[in-house]
């Protein structure tokens, strides 16, 4: 068992669960309105954080931590799951939620525990050096370059306050050139690398080929 690595998984996961949280803290003085630029600043990081690229990103480094592609699945799943608990958790046990929270977010409960584990997959398969490696370590840069326009970070309406429209479009120009270079870099490194297969993954991938 990688002791190391399902540390690592849980604690990046309850890392992006209390950045997440803490970017959501909002003060009176910009519910007033009084401070606008301090709001578009919490706004920015909240969308960047609690983004699905971001979290399944978490998904996709946890099962690259944990190597072996049965355990990655598990880790997938394990993180997603780890992140909402301590997410939720912390939210009650500061005041921020109550525990009806349980109940308004268990879609998300559900959503780790179906989509954690294909993610923690592609983590494991993107250790591969051979094209289906390739493949797997562009899941989440391309991730960040389609996100941004599937939920209208560049079209925000108009009526929107400022600080709205200045966090969604930094947030969505983060995206976009986070994963612009991702997928640059990876397909780089790409054409470096000999193809070297993984035997402990060769039997994850060998059905799809």
């Known amino acids: 068992m990688n002791r190391r690595g399902w540390s690592l998984v849980v604690f990046a996961a309850s890392v992006l669960a209390l950045v997440s949280l ?16 301090l709001l578009a600043g919490r706004l920015t990081l909240s969308q960047l954080v609690n983004a699905g ?30 992140a909402c608990v301590v997410h939720y958790g912390v939210g009650i046990a500061f005041g921020m939620f109550d525990l009806n929270v349980w109940a308004a977010n268990l879609h998300w409960l559900l959503a780790a525990m179906v989509v954690g584990g294909p993610l923690g997959l592609v983590g494991a398969i993107a250790r591969r050096l051979d094209p289906w490696g390739v493949a797997a370590r562009l899941v989440v840069p391309v991730g960040a370059v389609i996100e941004p326009f599937v939920v209208g ?35 780089a490194a790409g054409r470096r690398r000999p193809a070297i297969h993984d035997p402990h993954l060769q039997s994850a991938t060998s059905w799809w080929l």
């Open 153 to 187: 970070r560049f079209t925000t309406p108009a009526i929107l306050p400022w600080p709205n429209r200045v966090a969604d479009i930094i947030s969505g120009l983060a995206l976009l050139t986070a994963g612009v270079v991702g997928c640059l870099r990876v397909l």
């Open 22 to 37: 803490a970017s959501n803290v909002t003060t009176l003085s910009q519910l007033e309105g009084k401070a606008d630029t």
């Open 53 to 82: 690229t971001v979290w399944a990103g978490l998904a996709v480094v946890s099962g690259w931590l944990v190597r072996r592609p049965a355990p990655a699945v598990a880790a997938g799943v394990v993180a997603l799951l780890t």
